[in-house]
C-alpha cells in the first residue's frame, strides 16, 4: 500500500508500505477513503516531537470502511463505514470508564502523559497514521464510531479531531450563558471551538489571528469578530472591548509553533532548547479577565516552556488543558452535523490524492493558497 | 447580520446535560464493547518501554543502530525528567544524521582524493 511518511524534519516521502496486519486479537483494519493533514502534524514534520522515527507513516484523522476483524471484536462488523478517533483506547481501564479515554493505560508504553495516538511518534506509542490506504485500528470494536446514514465524510472526518477538540475546548471554558470567549488562532481546531462557544451559549467570541484569509474564514464560517493581533497591543484591544477587564474565557488554539515572541520562536522552535514558542499561551494570560478561563488545546510538548505562570496566578485564573477525548464528544457531534448547525466540511479548502501529501503539508504550513485545512483521499477518489 | 446571531445555534448546548465532557469525570462504566482483562499483544514494542509492556502497543519503525541506542537509554530516564526528552531528540538527530552521512560520504571522500591527487602532482612539478 502507498503512506505518506515522516523523511526527516521539514520532509515528507509517499513511500510503499506493506499493509497492515491483525496484530491483536481486538484490532480490526480499516480501508481509508479520506484522511485529513492537522496543525500539529506540522509540529512532528518539524523536529518538534521527541522521538519521531525515519520512515513511521503520519496522520491520527481518518475515516473509512472496516475490512478485517481481529477474533475477538465484538459490535462491528465489515463493511460498516466508520469514523476513528485520534485516541486508542481500551474502555475498560480506570481512565477510560470515567470517560478521559485520552488518558488510557494500556495502549501506550513510552510514557504515561497519554494514551496512543495514530502517526504521532512513538512517544505516542509508535502506531502507524491513517495518512495511508490501510491503517490498524486496535480495540476497533470499542473505539470506531459508525457514520450515520446521510453524513458524508469529510463532515465525519472532522469528528475524529477539530471538531472535537475545538468543542472541548469550548466546553472547558465552563459557559453558563452570555460569556465573552476570545479564541486565539483561526486554523480548524480554533474555528470549531468558535462555533462551539456558540452553541455552548457564548454571548460574545471574538477570533484572533494574523492572516487576512484565515480571519475572513472565520467571519464566514463562525459569525464572529475578528482581531489582526499586528494591528496594535492585542491584550489592550480585548480590555477596550470588554469595559476593562479582559475576556471571560481565551482558548489558545495554536499551540507550541505560535509566532509574536521572536525570543521564544528563536529559543523554542528552531533551537529547541525549549519546548517550542508559549507566546499565545502567554498572550492568552493576559487576555483572560481576573478569575477568568484560559483553555489551553493547542499541542505543547515537555520538557519545559516559558510560561508567565506569575500572571495566571495573580490574576485566579483557572487553567483547563488536555488531549481530547473524542469518543465522548462523537455523537453530540454527529447530530450537529445532521441538524445543520455545523458546515464541517467547508474548512476541507484542499482536497487532494495521496500522492500529492508532500506539497500540499507545505502548502499548508506556509498558509498559501488560502489553505484552512487538507483532505487527502488514499485511494483516489475527489469529491 | 451581527456577528453570532444565528438562533438555530445559541445556546443549544447551554444545558450541562447536553455537554459530553461535563462532568469531566464521570460514574465509572466500561465502554461497549471493552474486555476486561484484555489479551496481551505478542511481539515486542517499537516504542521503547517505559515501565510495563501495555495490552497493545505499536510496532512501525523498531529501534536500530546507533539512534536506536540513545532511544532505549532515554527511556530508562523517567519522563518526568528533561534529559528524557532531550536525549530522545539527540536520538532523532542521530538518526538523521546516520542516512545523511553515507550520502555525504559518498560525495565528499572521492572529491577529496581528487583533489588530495591534484595537490600533489602539482607539487611534484
Redesign the interface.
Given at each position: 500500500m502507498r503512506a505518506v511518511t515522516y523523511d526527516?524534519?521539514y520532509r515528507i516521502k509517499v513511500r510503499k508500505k506493506p499493509d497492515p496486519t491483525i496484530?491483536?486479537?481486538?484490532d480490526g483494519i480499516v480501508k481509508v477513503s479520506a484522511a485529513a493533514i492537522c496543525g500539529s502534524d506540522l509540529h512532528l514534520v518539524h523536529?518538534l516531537v521527541?522521538?519521531?522515527?525515519?520512515?513511521?507513516?503520519l496522520g491520527h484523522e481518518f475515516v473509512g470502511e472496516v475490512v478485517e476483524l481481529g477474533p475477538?471484536?465484538?459490535?462491528?462488523r465489515t463493511g460498516e463505514r466508520v469514523a476513528i478517533p485520534f485516541n486508542?483506547?481500551?474502555?475498560?481501564c480506570?481512565f477510560?470508564?470515567?470517560?478521559?479515554?485520552s488518558s488510557c493505560?494500556?495502549?501506550?508504553?513510552?510514557?504515561?502523559?497519554a494514551c496512543?495516538i495514530y502517526g504521532y511518534s512513538?512517544?505516542m506509542?509508535?502506531?502507524?497514521g491513517g495518512q495511508a490506504q490501510y491503517v490498524r485500528v486496535?480495540?476497533i470494536?470499542?473505539d470506531a464510531e459508525p457514520i450515520p446514514d446521510g453524513v458524508e465524510d469529510l463532515d465525519a472526518l472532522s469528528v475524529t479531531d477539530a471538531f472535537a477538540t475545538g468543542y472541548?475546548a469550548a466546553?472547558?471554558c465552563a459557559?453558563?450563558?452570555g460569556e465573552t470567549v476570545v479564541v486565539l488562532g483561526c486554523g480548524p481546531v480554533g474555528l470549531f471551538a468558535m462555533?462551539?462557544a456558540?452553541?455552548?451559549?457564548?454571548?460574545?467570541?471574538i477570533a484572533v489571528d494574523r492572516v487576512a484569509y484565515r480571519l475572513e474564514f472565520a467571519?464566514r464560517f463562525a459569525?464572529?469578530?475578528t482581531l489582526d493581533y499586528r494591528d496594535a497591543d492585542l491584550v489592550q484591544m480585548i480590555r477596550d472591548r470588554t469595559e476593562g477587564r479582559g475576556a471571560d474565557a481565551v482558548i489558545d488554539a495554536v499551540g507550541l509553533e505560535a509566532s509574536g515572541s521572536a525570543a521564544q520562536r528563536a529559543l523554542g522552535v528552531y533551537g529547541?532548547m525549549i519546548?517550542g514558542s508559549a507566546e499565545a499561551l502567554n498572550t492568552a494570560i493576559h487576555c483572560a479577565m481576573k478569575g477568568g478561563t484560559v483553555v489551553a488545546i493547542g499541542v505543547y510538548?515537555?520538557?519545559?516552556n516559558v510560561i508567565d505562570f506569575g500572571s495566571a496566578m495573580n490574576k485566579h485564573l483557572t487553567i483547563r488543558t488536555g488531549q481530547c477525548?473524542v469518543?465522548?464528544?462523537m455523537?453530540?457531534l454527529f447530530e450537529?452535523i445532521q441538524e445543520?448547525?455545523v458546515d464541517a466540511q467547508s474548512v476541507f479548502t484542499h482536497r487532494l490524492g495521496l500522492e500529492e501529501a508532500p506539497g500540499a503539508y507545505k502548502t499548508f504550513a506556509r498558509k498559501k493558497e488560502d489553505c484552512i485545512k487538507v483532505a487527502l483521499y488514499p485511494h483516489g477518489t475527489l469529491h | 447580520m451581527n456577528p453570532g446571531q444565528d438562533e438555530q445555534l445559541i445556546g443549544v448546548d447551554l444545558d450541562p446535560k447536553r455537554r459530553p465532557g461535563t462532568p469531566r469525570f464521570r460514574k465509572p462504566e466500561r465502554w461497549p464493547n471493552a474486555r476486561w482483562p484484555i489479551p496481551q499483544q505478542q511481539g515486542e514494542p517499537s516504542a521503547a518501554l517505559h515501565g510495563k509492556v501495555t495490552p497493545v502497543f505499536g510496532t512501525a519503525v523498531p529501534l536500530a543502530g546507533v539512534s536506536g541506542a540513545v532511544r532505549r537509554l532515554a527511556y530508562r530516564i523517567s519522563d518526568h525528567r528533561a534529559s528524557h526528552w532531550l536525549l530522545l531528540l539527540a536520538g532523532d538527530r542521530g538518526q538523521l544524521w546516520g542516512r545523511r552521512l553515507p550520502m555525504i560520504l559518498a560525495v565528499a571522500v572521492p572529491l577529496a582524493a581528487f583533489a588530495t591527487i591534484r595537490a600533489s602532482s602539482t607539487c611534484r612539478r
Open positions: 526527516g524534519p496484530e491483536h486479537p481486538m523536529g521527541p522521538d519521531t522515527r525515519i520512515g513511521a507513516t475477538q471484536v465484538d459490535g462491528i486508542i483506547f481500551c474502555g475498560a480506570y477510560c470508564e470515567r470517560g478521559l479515554v493505560e494500556n495502549t501506550n508504553p513510552a510514557t504515561e502523559m496512543g512513538h512517544t506509542g509508535g502506531y502507524e486496535p480495540f470494536g470499542v472541548q466546553e472547558m459557559i453558563n450563558g462555533k462551539s456558540w452553541l455552548l451559549g457564548a454571548g460574545r467570541v467571519r459569525n464572529v469578530e529547541k519546548a510538548g515537555p520538557p519545559w477525548s469518543k465522548r464528544y455523537p453530540r450537529h445543520g448547525r | -
